[in-house]
């Protein structure tokens, strides 16, 4: 009879490892929130070896991204907006912002964002980190003003306000005007906000 014998250590990936790393970051994110998460601490969570999540995930951004279940990467809507001229930096965030909720799968995606953090302390806290982390900390780095994080979190009251009546409330008739005429009515919000 041979037995198997086994080498100590962290097991190695199964069918579903990805999953389960991602399961045990989201957990993480929740306890601990974004800066005090770690790839080794994600491992340690899922029973795995820090290597099999580095082998699924570059970065914690990554892993973060994946764990909230974002439409898009927030990394992308940041370049998007920080590429251009910086007199025409409202209309690129509100078109980057309005293109995530204008989409159906994103839609679907951000009202469950929206409404587990309004119910969740937790979620509330990871994205609140994540996306100072990936959109709010670089576009304020952009921006050469002592306020530039008051400015930039101004606009993410526009923007959040923005997306709660028309996506979840439904109150016409922002609920039904066309994207472009909302977005000419925020891009000027917005700049004042950020250059004003």
Do not use: C
């Amino acid at each position: 009879m041979t037995t198997e014998r086994r080498t100590p250590g962290r097991r190695p990936g199964g069918p579903d490892t990805r999953g389960e790393i991602v399961q045990a970051a989201r957990e993480s994110f929740a306890d601990k929130g974004f800066a005090a998460t770690s790839m080794r601490a994600v491992a340690r969570r899922a029973g795995v070896d820090a290597a099999l999540v580095h082998h699924y995930f570059d970065s914690k951004n990554e892993l973060f991204i994946e764990a909230l279940a974002l439409p898009v990467d927030p990394r992308r809507i940041a370049a998007q907006i920080l590429d251009g001229p910086d007199d025409e930096i409202g209309r690129r965030i509100a078109t980057a912002f309005l293109g995530v909720w204008e989409s159906p799968d994103g839609q679907q995606r951000m009202k469950a964002l929206f409404r587990s953090a309004l119910s969740s302390d937790e979620v509330a806290r990871m994205m609140r980190e994540g996306i100072t982390e990936l959109i709010i900390q670089p576009v304020s780095a952009m921006l050469d003003v002592p306020d530039a994080k008051l400015r930039v979190g101004m606009v993410a009251t526009q923007l959040v306000g923005t997306a709660v009546v028309r996506y979840l409330v439904g109150l016409e008739p922002v609920a039904s005007v066309d994207a472009e005429t909302l977005i000419d009515r925020l891009a000027p919000v917005l700049q004042q906000h950020l250059t004003g």
